[in-house]
């Protein structure tokens, strides 16, 4: 349904949204084919959780990725075996493992943020001023937003932003406080 006061491809923000994430994803994507070692999606979504809750136990990044601990311990096997991450005993709960990046990984996530910066810059720089601060204003609303309390179940009412949300990180900011989840194109 279109909205007042909105004209064209806005008539539908959600939908105008799921465009750009698209494109957000192809730009992503774009100079990641050279980046060694390759990593696929999933992979990815577990080094970067991984960074943001260093030494995180593999119980509680199966539940950060939504994933059941089989498939986290052999995502772990896999990632350990290319030298991305290590598990080590938790120094005072015997029975718990500890997981931790390695250098390799931290270089890894340095070089595809180096990458992703690079293609948005690049499409950045094509756009006026005014443009850009609209944008990142517009983000980092949709941020605060999104960190808010989800709606009720079987409610249609969007939640607003939550009054307990941190601050934003700045525009260029690489680091950010661990999430919840971990988005699939993290």
Not at 89 to 100: D, K, L, Y
């Amino acid at each position: 349904m279109p909205r007042p006061g909105r004209s064209g491809a806005y008539e539908d923000p959600a939908a105008a949204l799921g465009a750009a994430a698209d494109l957000l994803a192809v730009l992503h994507a774009r100079g990641q084919d050279g980046v060694e070692p390759a990593v696929s999606p999933s992979q990815l979504r577990a080094l970067i959780a991984v960074e943001g809750a260093e030494g995180v136990n593999l119980r509680t990044l199966g539940e950060v990725l939504g994933s059941r601990p089989p498939s986290v311990t052999r995502l772990c096997d896999r990632l350990e075996a290319m030298g991305l991450l290590t598990r080590s005993p938790h120094p005072s709960r015997r029975r718990e493992v500890e997981v931790r990046l390695t250098r390799q990984g931290r270089a890894l996530l340095d070089e595809r943020r180096a990458i992703r910066v690079r293609e948005l810059s690049a499409v950045l720089g094509r756009m006026a001023p005014e443009a850009v601060e609209a944008l990142v204003a517009g983000l980092e609303a949709f941020r605060e937003a999104a960190a808010g309390p989800s709606p009720a179940a079987g409610s249609s009412t969007a939640a607003g932003p939550s009054p307990a949300a941190g601050p934003s990180a700045g525009a260029g900011s690489s680091a950010a406080p661990a999430p919840a989840s971990v988005p699939d194109s993290a």
